[in-house]
């Protein structure tokens, strides 16, 4: 488990990125999309099983399990596992986010819908939030901020 700050999004945007890289072209979808969606296309949602909860003062432990849908125009078994294939490969065994590596853990092919045909790759994160850091992150910012401001553009 890796020590991380605020990433919650951060997250879901870089695996995003994996997606975007492992089938260039795709369109993705957030699940909240339930029409005027194009096919074919990826459906992604973080779904979070532990919220921010408290293990010390300063430390919280998040955990998410993100789903990724593959909806096709015409069902096609092998199109789908060549997808999600490439997906897998391209994530690999841990999700970057910015300067971290968080542990991809238990990664499955799991089928969905009512005849259960329609494929989705799923897999879980782990990883605790310093929030003494985010909060001293924040306060440097704003002090960095003020500091541009008042010296315009100055340099020393």
Same mark, same amino acid.
């Given at each position: *488990?890796?020590?991380? #700050? %605020?990433?919650?999004? #951060?997250?879901?945007?870089? &695996? =995003? ?8 072209? $795709? /369109?993705?979808?957030? %699940? ?13 949602? $973080? ?6 909860? /408290?293990?010390?003062?300063? *430390? ?13 125009? #015409? ?11 490439? *997906? ?8 970057? @986010?910015?300067? /971290? ?9 799991? &089928? ?5 045909? =329609? !494929?989705?790759? @799923? ?15 924040? $306060? ?7 500091? $541009? !401001?008042? #010296?315009? %553009?100055?340099?020393?």
């Amino acid at each position: *488990i890796q020590l991380a #700050k %605020n990433v919650s999004t #951060k997250e879901e945007g870089s &695996y =995003i990125k994996v997606l975007r890289e492992a089938v260039p072209g $795709m /369109r993705i979808y957030s %699940n909240e999309v339930e029409e005027g969606y194009e096919t074919p296309s990826l459906f992604v949602q $973080m779904i979070p099983l532990i919220f921010k909860q /408290r293990e010390t003062a300063s *430390i919280t432990r998040s955990s998410y399990m993100f789903e990724t849908t593959f909806l096709q125009y #015409k069902k096609n078994d092998a199109e789908q596992l060549e997808i999600i294939e490439k *997906i897998r490969d391209k994530l690999g065994d841990h999700l970057e @986010v910015e300067d /971290r590596k968080i542990f991809v853990e238990e990664p499955e092919v799991q &089928y969905t819908g009512q005849t259960h045909n =329609i !494929i989705q790759f @799923v897999f879980k994160v782990e990883f605790l939030e310093d929030c003494r850091q985010a909060a001293i992150e924040q $306060m440097m910012q704003e002090v960095n901020m003020k500091e $541009m !401001i008042t #010296k315009g %553009n100055m340099q020393h």
